[in-house]
């Protein structure tokens, strides 16, 4: 398969913890995606990292790609529990004209108040 | 409005009946794509298209038809609803260049 493959499936967290989630993918990328689905919702984008970028960051996410280990891990910071949600990473493989995404299984974040 | 609408939102069937979801963006964007989404599978390509003259099948296109009607406009079928087309599909669009997808609400199928 393709798809990515996030890690933990579950997490559980306090409100103002930090949460960590990874994705490890198999092939060559040119972008590496981090999507969140609120329950029943559509994905929503969080943050694209290049294949020549090592780290980006966007308000309270942190996203880290090492392509030797084909492997990302997206951070968010200070957790709410509006952050409930499911989080998804998707690559987008080298060389594709048409921008198809291979997306993971996702990891369910939980955030307690 | 969204960007990205689906409707219906909902929608019970029954099997071997003919059903169509449909799709319409305001992004101006060319590439569109349906994917559906089960519980512990992600979510999986069933189609997806560059423009309109263009349409390619993505992994899981058996029992499925589309329809690019317009730039704006990317329309799934499906033929004979069978049970296990039970989903949430999802509508996507995307620019040129390395940029995000955006996502419509989905619409949540059920076929009994």
């Known amino acids: 398969s393709q798809q990515g493959e996030e890690d933990p499936q579950a997490l559980s967290i306090q409100e103002g913890e930090n949460a960590t989630m990874n994705c490890s993918y198999k092939?060559?990328?040119?972008?590496l995606q981090w999507y969140r689905q609120n329950s029943g919702r559509g994905l929503v984008h969080l943050i694209l990292?290049?294949?020549?970028?090592r780290e980006k960051h966007s308000g309270r996410l942190r996203v880290t790609l090492d392509t030797s280990k084909k492997s990302s891990s997206l951070l968010i910071t200070a957790s709410r529990a509006a952050d409930t949600a499911s989080y998804f990473c998707?690559?987008?493989?080298?060389?594709?004209?048409?921008?198809?995404?291979?997306f993971g299984r996702g990891t369910q974040l939980t955030v307690w108040p | 409005d969204a960007d990205v609408t689906q409707t219906p939102r909902n929608r019970i069937t029954k099997t071997g009946k003919r059903i169509m979801l449909e799709c319409s963006q305001t992004k101006g964007h060319d590439r569109m794509y349906w994917y559906r989404q089960d519980p512990g599978l992600g979510l999986r390509l069933i189609y997806y298209?560059?423009?309109?003259?263009?349409?390619n099948k993505g992994e899981i296109s058996d029992g499925y038809s589309v329809s690019r009607q317009a730039q704006a406009k990317f329309s799934l079928s499906l033929e004979s609803a069978i049970p296990n087309q039970t989903a949430l599909y999802f509508c996507?669009?995307?620019?040129?260049?390395?940029?995000?997808?955006?996502f419509g609400s989905g619409t949540r199928l059920t076929v009994v």
């Open positions: 998707a690559t987008a493989d080298r060389g594709s004209t048409l921008g198809r995404l291979y």
């Open positions: 298209s560059f423009d309109v003259k263009d349409i």
């Open positions: 996507a669009t995307r620019g040129n260049g390395d940029y995000g997808y955006t």
């Open positions: 092939t060559s990328i040119n972008n």
């Open positions: 990292i290049r294949s020549n970028e």
